[in-house]
C-alpha cells in the first residue's frame, strides 16, 4: 500500500490559464474520488469514478471542469480559464468496493490563482 | 440533503485533559457517519466511523465517538489529550458507506503543555 498519490503538490498559475492535476489511487482500488477544500472549510464532493465510469458530478464541478480516469487507474482533473475562485486543495481519494472499505486521501494539490 | 455542524473551529485543551469535539448532522436517511484528522501537509486520516452497529465506536488513538439519535449528534471525545492530537478534525456524513461525503468546516484542537 502505497497511498493516493496526487501531482504536483503545489501549483500557482495565472488566471485564465488551464492546469491539470493527476491522481494516482491505491493500485487495487476501483473506487476514485475527487474534492475541493478551501481555506477554513471541509471538504466539498466534486466527482466520482467506478473503474472508468464516472458515476457522479456535484453541482460546483461547473463546465470548466472536467474528470477524467481513462484506464480506471490514475485520474486527471482539468480546469479550464482558471478563475481566482478556484484557488483551493484539490484532494483524491480511493477506496474498494464494498460497504465497509476505508476510503484514503491523497496530500492533496494547493492551486493558487493570481 | 445531508449537512454536517462542527461547534466551534477552534478548541484549545492542555495536555491531559479532556477532548470534546462536537458534531451535530442532519440526514434524510440513516446516516453513516465519520470522523476524519487531518495533519499538517498531510491527507484526511479516518479516525472512526458509524454504521449503525453500536453506537458507541472506538477509533484510532484513543479517540471515540457516540451516537446520539435523539440529539442527532455525533460528538467526538478522548479522555487524556497528547500534545501529538493537535491537528484539525473533521465530521463527515453520508447515506451509504462512504460515497460523496459532506464535511463539516473542521474544529483545529490545540494542545497546550
Known amino acids: 500500500d502505497t497511498g493516493v498519490s496526487q501531482d504536483p503538490r503545489h501549483k500557482i498559475t495565472k488566471r485564465g490559464q488551464n492546469v491539470t492535476f493527476r491522481c494516482d489511487p491505491i493500485?487495487?482500488?476501483?473506487?476514485l474520488y475527487w474534492y475541493r477544500q478551501t481555506l477554513g472549510q471541509g471538504p466539498e464532493f466534486l466527482t466520482y469514478f467506478q473503474n472508468e465510469a464516472q458515476l457522479e458530478k456535484s453541482r460546483l464541478l461547473s463546465d470548466r471542469f472536467s474528470a477524467e480516469r481513462p484506464k480506471g487507474s490514475f485520474s486527471t482533473l482539468e480546469i479550464q480559464r482558471t478563475e481566482q475562485g478556484d484557488s483551493a486543495m484539490y484532494l483524491c481519494?480511493?477506496?474498494?468496493?464494498?460497504?465497509?472499505?476505508?476510503?484514503?486521501f491523497g496530500s492533496g494539490t494547493q492551486l493558487s490563482v493570481l | 440533503a445531508q449537512s454536517v455542524t462542527q461547534l466551534g473551529s477552534h478548541v484549545s485543551v492542555s495536555e491531559g485533559a479532556l477532548v470534546l469535539l462536537r458534531c451535530n448532522y442532519s440526514?434524510?436517511?440513516?446516516?453513516?457517519l465519520f470522523w476524519y484528522v487531518q495533519y499538517p501537509n498531510q491527507g484526511l486520516q479516518l479516525l472512526l466511523k458509524y454504521t449503525s452497529a453500536a453506537t458507541l465506536v472506538k477509533g484510532i488513538n484513543g479517540f471515540e465517538a457516540e451516537f446520539k439519535k435523539s440529539e442527532t449528534s455525533f460528538h467526538l471525545t478522548k479522555p487524556s489529550a497528547h500534545m501529538s492530537d493537535a491537528a484539525e478534525y473533521f465530521c463527515?456524513?453520508?447515506?451509504?458507506?462512504?460515497?460523496?461525503?459532506?464535511f463539516g468546516g473542521g474544529t483545529r484542537l490545540m494542545v497546550k503543555p
Open positions: 440526514s434524510s436517511v440513516p446516516p453513516y
Open positions: 463527515a456524513v453520508s447515506d451509504n458507506a462512504g460515497n460523496m461525503l459532506t
Open positions: 493500485s487495487e482500488h476501483n473506487r
Open positions: 481519494a480511493s477506496r474498494s468496493t464494498g460497504p465497509n472499505e476505508k476510503l484514503f
